[in-house]
Every structure is written in C-alpha cells, then in structure tokens.
C-alpha cells in the first residue's frame, strides 16, 4: 500500500498501531479490506486533488468502531480518530475535525450526503460493489454472525439483504458520479432483479466457503 505521496513517518504509525487492530475483525472488515479502501483512498485523492495523507488516515480508522457495536461503529470509529492525540503530529485541530467527519459519514446507510470530499472519498473507496465479491462478503458476513442458520436461512438473509441495500430502491449511495462503482452497481442490480440466477452464483460461493 506504500505510495510516494504518503508520508512515510505517518505511514509507519499506521501500519505498526492502526492496522493490526483490523485482525480481530469479520472476514468482510479485515485488514485485507482496510488495505483495499486505502488503495483506493489514495487514488481517489490524487484524481480529485484531496490531501493523501488525511485521504489515507480516513481510510486507515473508518471501521476501528468495529471493536464496539455494528450500528454505531462509524460514530465510534470518528471518536477514536479524534481522540488520537498522536495524530497531532501531523495534522491540525481543524484537520482533525474534517477527518472525524469524513468517517462518520462513510457508512453505506447515512442519511446524508459526506460532509466534505474525504467524506465523498472514503465512501466511495469502502463500496465494494464488484458484484462477486459483493455476494461473497455477505455470504461471510451472515455464516460468521449466523453460524446456526442453515443454507436456506442464510439464503433469504441474503437476499433480504441485497434488496434493502444494494437493489434500485436500496439505501446505498455512491457521491461519486460517473465512477467504475456506479458501473458495477448497476451489474449488481440486474443479478438482484434475476432471482434464479443470483441463486445460482449463491449456491456456487456458499458451498466454497463452507467446503
């Protein structure tokens, strides 16, 4: 995840305290996640001319509220953030603030657009919406919380899921428009409107996962 435009003292501190901490997680929220939104942070925050390193420490905290309940865990995870002092380092009070916002505002099901484009950035970086994955990160999701479902009850929790937050009148929402997500989001939609089909690829990561 090294980019030349991280600086590299901040980039020790993140990986040495922050990241390992993603290792008690689900495999959906996994340090292999938090390294693909990074990657993704960074990216996003050249193409737009955002900051890399706030880009990068947004990226870095958004799930640490995880250690604490689901529902509130981007609440928590912008405290924790905001109660780094190392951060101080370097970043200034104002700054500080602008990234507490920005991970409060990177879950899927806020009620309201990111506050600022850290916000609109790590939002966007956190949607994995390549289908396939898509479907496998909450097959694992449902089997690590809901080891005593059997398949058919994991099936309807997925799809339960799919529509509520990933179909037409679904609550996700992507703030950047025109991005390779919105693409693929609307990928992900024509499986959701295709019942037998997306059981067909259920049945297909399921039984991998659970062989």
């Known amino acids: 995840m090294i980019d030349r435009n991280v600086s590299l003292d901040l980039m020790e501190f993140v990986e040495r305290n922050i990241l390992p ?13 938090v ?3 990074i990657r993704r942070s960074i990216e996003l925050a050249r193409t ?6 706030m880009a990068y420490t947004v990226a870095a905290y958004h799930d640490l509220g995880l250690e604490g309940p689901r529902a509130i865990h981007h ?6 953030l905001m109660a780094d002092g190392r951060l101080t380092r370097w970043f200034s009070p104002s700054q500080m603030q602008v990234m507490r916002d920005a991970v409060e505002d990177h879950r899927a099901s806020a009620s309201h657009a990111p506050r600022s484009i850290y916000g609109r950035i790590v939002a966007e970086a956190d949607r994995e919406m390549d289908p396939e994955t898509v479907v ?3 097959i ?3 089997l690590s919380h809901y080891p005593e479902m059997d398949k058919e009850a994991h099936w309807q929790r997925f799809m339960e899921h799919m529509e509520a937050k990933y179909s037409t ?3 996700i929402r992507l703030w950047l428009p025109g991005s390779d997500n919105e693409r693929k989001l609307n990928e992900l939609r024509s499986w959701i409107a295709d019942p037998p089909r997306m059981r067909l690829i259920f049945d297909r990561i399921f039984a991998e996962e659970t062989s």
């Open 169 to 171: 009148h679904g609550y």
């Open 75 to 80: 609440i928590t995870s912008g405290k924790i």
């Open 136 to 138: 496998r990160r909450t």
């Open 21 to 33: 901490r993603y290792n008690s997680f689900d495999k959906a929220h996994n340090l292999s996640h």
């Open 140 to 142: 694992l999701f449902g």
């Open 35 to 37: 390294t693909v939104v």
């Open 48 to 53: 737009f001319g955002a900051d890399v390193n």
